[in-house]
């Protein structure tokens, strides 16, 4: 069974940092492309950022690229999201994902946790 365990989310004031942690167990990563997404009240979910298994490739969204930054540690078995310059429209639920195969930020992931809130305050 693949479960993946977000944390790290929490209330930030605009321009503030945080950093996501995704926690996988079952499996082992990496043999697994690995990505964030996320979701708004009312919106659609949205692709963040994406890496391959390696860590040698990631792709991001227009939205968080260069403020944003995606990360593994395949021998913790754990992805990161480090995010700067927090923007009040970041404010969502931050859910990790997984897939074999093609990698890339929209793509879909048929694996996904169960998310942690990011609220950023203007």
């Known amino acids: 069974q693949v479960l993946l365990v977000e944390s790290g989310g929490g209330s930030v004031q605009a321009g503030g940092t945080l950093r996501l942690s995704c926690r996988a167990s079952?499996?082992?990563?990496?043999?697994?492309?690995m990505a964030w997404f996320r979701q708004g009240t009312g919106e659609e979910r949205e692709g963040v950022a994406a890496?391959?298994?390696?860590?040698?490739?990631?792709s991001y969204a227009d939205s968080v690229k260069g403020r944003f930054t995606i990360s593994r540690d395949n021998a913790k078995n754990t992805l990161y999201l480090q995010m700067d310059s927090l923007k009040p429209e970041d404010t969502a639920m931050y859910y990790c994902?997984?897939?074999?195969?093609?990698?890339?930020?929209?793509?879909?992931?048929?694996?996904r946790g169960q998310g942690t809130q990011v609220t950023v305050s203007s």
């Open positions: 994902a997984a897939k074999i195969g093609l990698c890339r930020y929209d793509f879909d992931f048929p694996y």
């Open positions: 079952g499996y082992t990563i990496g043999d697994y492309c």
């Open positions: 890496i391959t298994p390696s860590g040698s490739v990631t």
